[in-house]
């Protein structure tokens, strides 16, 4: 099973297509959450870098933090969300942001097809739009689109309904036979 969120979704993507080209494969289903093919509408990423070059530290990550969760959380989950930029230099959150702006899964969505997926978009995500969730969605036959109430940290947001699609997916999966049984 592999589960991208957000920038994560590039890499759940390609880790995926390539597993299916192995002899011997591992994944059993996808789940894609708060994201899309590409960056087309995603809003001007050299304005972020800039604005991360200025301001990295705190405030910034507060204010990112903030805008990704959809509903007000408890004091303890921002600060628990705190601690991985405090783990992360300015170069690795640029070079990441860079090459996302670069990555265009479009052309190869479709050879994701034989695998049960879910594509899964939070209804108050300010960082993603129902049209980039829909863009995995139509590339990837036989996809499902689950719509969260949630912002752009549906994992975290609606941990419960998240985890049930994963499990969906899973017994999907194991009842198509994808993945080994290893």
């Known amino acids: 099973m592999l589960i991208g969120h957000s920038v994560g ?16 494969t591992n ?16 809003g001007d990423i050299e304005s972020v870098i800039e604005r991360i070059l200025q301001t990295w530290g705190p405030p910034l990550w507060k204010a990112m933090t903030e805008r990704s969760l959809g509903s007000v959380c408890p004091a303890e ?10 783990r992360v230099t300015v170069d690795a959150t640029i070079e990441s942001l860079r090459s996302l702006q670069q990555t265009d899964l479009t052309s190869m969505l479709s050879d994701l097809s034989s695998l049960p997926t879910a594509v899964v978009h939070g209804s108050r995500d300010p960082v993603r739009t129902l049209s980039h969730a829909e863009s995995l969605l139509n590339g990837i036959a036989g996809s499902r689109l689950v719509v969260l109430e949630t912002g752009h940290t549906s994992c975290v947001e609606a941990p419960e309904e998240f985890a049930e699609v994963i499990r969906s997916i899973i017994e999907q999966g194991l009842k198509a036979g994808t993945g080994s049984a290893d």
């Open 9 to 24: 979704t590039p890499i759940a993507a390609l880790a995926a297509a390539i597993d299916l080209r192995s002899t011997k």
């Open 27 to 42: 994944v059993v289903g996808l789940v894609l959450s708060n994201s899309g093919a590409n960056t087309k509408g995603h």
């Open 77 to 86: 989950l921002v600060d628990s969300f705190m601690t991985y930029p405090r």
